[in-house]
Structures are given as structure tokens and as C-alpha cells.
């Protein structure tokens, strides 16, 4: 029984997401959904078993699994534009399929089970930017947080505009759109990676996605806790940290609190296990 507590958040993941995979798959009648979700849940709690066995890079395969999976097959195979653009141009259309799913499960109601657990193990423009030199920022976090907030507006703006001005074959146009995106997140991240000093600056800064995942991480069920009879305040699980985020404190108030992307590197470098 205690062996089995141990595993109960790679558990916990499978069930939730095979229950979805489950659901889609019966409500929609087509079995895509059984596989795509499956196959998530799998490399998710695949990760998570890694994780508690302290394999060093469990976190970095389901990055891959998951992330290359979305970015090539999902993106560029199926041409379905999975960024915040093509979640409101399905939006737009009344059609629940592809990006408004993927955004339902992992970026609105998803949060408040496993908060940003997707900007740790999912998405893929972090999985390229882990890669880069500056796992732990090396500066303090810059006041740019409302440039996100531009990011999002942008996007309702350029999708709301293409409805309004009935430009045929949108949906090619998200495909485009979809390229275009990436290649400029990913020049971006990368270079404010370097100016910065922190391969996440992108993520606090810039990334439109966080506008959904910030206010419902607040309410995440697993969270990173500390105890503090065994915490001695070294500091050290701040300093690792890529989000800034003051796991010694419980509450919800937390410094950062919704920036935790459950990555570990806070428990995994505690002297005293505290975390």
C-alpha cells in the first residue's frame, strides 16, 4: 500500500486521461481521440514514474514525447494550428475539436489539478528553450510581465479580424499561421534567453498562454509544499528554481506561486527532503 502511494500521481494522470481519451472518444464517435489522449497520458505519467525513480532526464523525455508529438503530427502532419490562434479560430467557428479541446484539458480546467504542469512537461516551445544554457536565471525577474497580456489581445485581434473581413481559407491560414508562430517564439525565446540570462524569460514575459493557466494554477490541487520542520532555509530550492517561485512558502499568496511548472528541480536539490 505505501508503494502504491507513492505512485499515485503517475496513477492519478493515467486515469484522468484515459478517462478523457474515454469520453471524446465515445461522445465524438471517432477513436483519434482515444489514441491522441492515451498517448499523453502515457508519456505524462511515464515522466512522473521517472521522476520518482530520480532518473535525470525524466522530465526532458516527456518533454519530447509529448511535445514533438504536438509540433509535428498534431501541427505540421494534420495541419492544426495548436497555438492560442487556432484555439480561437475553432472558437469562432462553434467547432469543439482539435485546438479548443487540447486548450480545455491542458490550459483551462487541466490547471487546477496539476497547475503549469504543462509548461514543464508539454509544451514545445519550452522544450526546445530547456535546451538553451540558463536553466537558473541568473538575473532578477524583470517587471515584463504585461507584455503577455499584448500577446493575447494580438491574437484575438488578428483571428477576430480575419471573421470580420470574411478572408477566405482561413483555415489555411491558420496553418500558415501556425509556422509563423513558431518560428517566431522560438527566435524569440531564444534570444531573450540570452539577454536575459534565463531560458524561461520567454515563458514570464511574453508567452499568451498564461493568461489561462496563471488564474487556475491558483487553485491546483498538486503543488509543490514544503515542510517546515525539516526546512533548515539554505535558500537553495530558490536559487534552482527557473521560475522564480518561493516554494518554503505553504500558502497560496506565494511569491510566483502561479509561475510553478512542476518541474522539481526545488525538490530534487533540497538537502533535507523537505520539499
Given at each position: 500500500?505505501?508503494?502504491?502511494?507513492k505512485?499515485?500521481?503517475?496513477?492519478?494522470?493515467?486515469v484522468?486521461?484515459?478517462a478523457?481519451?474515454?469520453?471524446?472518444?465515445?461522445?465524438?464517435?471517432?477513436?483519434?481521440y482515444l489514441?491522441?489522449?492515451?498517448?499523453?497520458?502515457?508519456?505524462?505519467?511515464?515522466?512522473?514514474?521517472?521522476?520518482?525513480?530520480?532518473?535525470?532526464?525524466?522530465?526532458?523525455?516527456v518533454q519530447?514525447?509529448?511535445?514533438?508529438?504536438?509540433?509535428?503530427?498534431?501541427g505540421?502532419?494534420?495541419?492544426?494550428?495548436?497555438?492560442?490562434?487556432?484555439?480561437?479560430?475553432?472558437?469562432?467557428t462553434?467547432?469543439?475539436?482539435?485546438?479548443?479541446?487540447?486548450?480545455?484539458v491542458?490550459?483551462?480546467?487541466?490547471?487546477?489539478l496539476?497547475?503549469?504542469?504543462?509548461?514543464?512537461?508539454?509544451?514545445?516551445t519550452a522544450?526546445?528553450?530547456?535546451f538553451l544554457?540558463?536553466?537558473?536565471p541568473?538575473?532578477?525577474?524583470?517587471?515584463?510581465?504585461?507584455?503577455r497580456y499584448?500577446m493575447?489581445a494580438?491574437?484575438?485581434?488578428?483571428?477576430?479580424a480575419?471573421?470580420l473581413?470574411?478572408?477566405?481559407?482561413?483555415?489555411?491560414i491558420?496553418?500558415?499561421?501556425?509556422?509563423?508562430?513558431n518560428?517566431?517564439y522560438?527566435?524569440a525565446g531564444?534570444?531573450?534567453?540570452?539577454?536575459?540570462?534565463?531560458?524561461?524569460?520567454?515563458?514570464?514575459?511574453?508567452?499568451?498562454?498564461?493568461?489561462?493557466?496563471k488564474?487556475?494554477s491558483?487553485f491546483?490541487?498538486?503543488?509543490?509544499k514544503?515542510?517546515?520542520?525539516?526546512?533548515?532555509?539554505?535558500?537553495?530550492?530558490?536559487?534552482v528554481?527557473?521560475?522564480?517561485?518561493?516554494?518554503?512558502?505553504?500558502s497560496?499568496?506565494?511569491?510566483?506561486?502561479?509561475e510553478?511548472?512542476?518541474?522539481?528541480e526545488?525538490?530534487k536539490?533540497?538537502?533535507?527532503?523537505?520539499l
Amino acid at each position: 500500500m505505501k508503494r502504491l502511494k507513492k505512485y499515485l500521481i503517475p496513477i492519478i494522470m493515467l486515469v484522468v486521461f484515459e478517462a478523457i481519451a474515454i469520453t471524446l472518444w465515445l461522445t465524438k464517435n471517432n477513436i483519434f481521440y482515444l489514441l491522441n489522449f492515451s498517448y499523453i497520458g502515457i508519456s505524462l505519467a511515464l515522466g512522473t514514474f521517472l521522476l520518482i525513480k530520480k532518473y535525470r532526464h525524466a522530465r526532458r523525455i516527456v518533454q519530447l514525447l509529448v511535445g514533438l508529438y504536438m509540433l509535428i503530427y498534431l501541427g505540421l502532419i494534420c495541419g492544426e494550428n495548436m497555438q492560442i490562434e487556432g484555439f480561437w479560430y475553432y472558437l469562432f467557428t462553434g467547432v469543439f475539436e482539435a485546438a479548443t479541446i487540447h486548450y480545455a484539458v491542458a490550459k483551462i480546467f487541466g490547471p487546477l489539478l496539476f497547475g503549469r504542469g504543462w509548461c514543464g512537461y508539454a509544451c514545445w516551445t519550452a522544450m526546445v528553450l530547456d535546451f538553451l544554457p540558463y536553466k537558473t536565471p541568473a538575473q532578477p525577474r524583470k517587471k515584463l510581465g504585461w507584455i503577455r497580456y499584448v500577446m493575447f489581445a494580438v491574437s484575438l485581434v488578428f483571428v477576430s479580424a480575419l471573421f470580420l473581413a470574411h478572408v477566405g481559407n482561413i483555415e489555411r491560414i491558420m496553418f500558415w499561421a501556425f509556422i509563423a508562430g513558431n518560428v517566431l517564439y522560438y527566435g524569440a525565446g531564444i534570444v531573450l534567453a540570452f539577454v536575459f540570462r534565463d531560458n524561461r524569460a520567454f515563458c514570464k514575459y511574453v508567452c499568451p498562454v498564461t493568461v489561462f493557466l496563471k488564474p487556475m494554477s491558483y487553485f491546483a490541487l498538486f503543488r509543490v509544499k514544503c515542510d517546515k520542520e525539516k526546512c533548515v532555509d539554505c535558500g537553495k530550492c530558490k536559487r534552482v528554481c527557473p521560475m522564480d517561485v518561493d516554494v518554503t512558502d505553504n500558502s497560496r499568496k506565494r511569491k510566483n506561486g502561479t509561475e510553478c511548472i512542476l518541474c522539481m528541480e526545488c525538490v530534487k536539490n533540497c538537502p533535507k527532503n523537505a520539499l
